[in-house]
């Protein structure tokens, strides 16, 4: 089993709350100095900058989870993962169709450019993309699974937009592959104070909005092998393979 550094909660200069240095090149070679073998690019309801970021990275040998940090009917935030462009594209397509369309005019919001590898703005984004969609965070999941992705509850132990404060329980039915964590915080005391059983993996990442943000927070993935089954193996803690928080 070999271990492997990862941050899986970046953003791009995509969200409109991200820096405006968040650009895919300068995300990679951050992330490759900061020693991370594996990153989540989690722009908010949005996948449109996950693809260059993930085939730039791939020639410094960084495997890219291509996703998106949604936020639900619930205003729950939750990362959403995907193997494939078939699936990622996919769910672009159910995230553009279930968001509210709110105005972003002259980017009252923030500026939500969709970018190449040299920065070159490819298009703007004219409605805010940290909206709630319409679906509720089951609702969601089961879009997640059903495309073959990974579905984990973000920065649950946060006041704002996380699991438990803003629902103050799991859902009986929803299925997930793990929960991230965030801020100064132990997994002791997160297990502790939510009742969380082992069986439950905990991932602790930064949520990057800034360059020198990437890496400050991240896990130890123990994998056979760098790629996307064996991340969601140890996610679920299949044979062997687990994530250890440093």
Do not use: W
């Amino acid at each position: 089993m070999r271990e492997f550094r990862a941050d899986l909660h970046i953003h791009t200069v995509l969200s409109p709350c991200a820096d405006l240095e968040m650009a895919p090149r300068k995300i990679v070679d951050q992330a490759e100095k900061a020693g991370l073998q594996l990153i989540g690019i989690t722009d908010h309801n949005s996948t449109l900058n996950a693809k260059v970021i993930r085939d730039l990275a791939r020639e410094k040998g960084i495997l890219v989870l291509t996703g998106a940090e949604v936020t639900t009917k619930e205003e729950v935030h939750c990362l959403a993962f995907f193997e494939n462009d078939r699936a990622l594209d996919a769910f672009q397509y159910y995230l553009e169709e279930n968001i509210m369309h709110v105005p972003n005019r002259n980017g009252h919001f923030g500026y939500q450019p969709v970018v190449d590898e040299d920065e070159n703005v490819l298009q703007l984004v004219p409605y805010y993309l940290t909206s709630a969609l319409k679906k509720g965070i089951s609702s969601v999941q089961k879009k997640v699974y059903e495309l073959g992705g990974i579905f984990i509850p973000a920065h649950v132990n946060r006041p704002l937009n996380g699991l438990f404060s803003h629902l103050g329980f799991i859902p009986y039915n929803l299925q997930f592959d793990a929960m991230g964590i965030t801020g100064k915080t132990t997994e002791n005391h997160v297990r502790k104070h939510y009742a969380l059983e082992n069986k439950i993996s905990l991932i602790y990442n930064s949520d990057a909005h800034f360059l020198d943000q990437i890496g400050t927070r991240f896990s130890v993935f123990h994998l056979e092998e760098l790629n996307f089954n064996e991340v969601k193996m140890a996610l679920n803690q299949i044979d062997s393979r687990f994530v250890q928080i440093s």
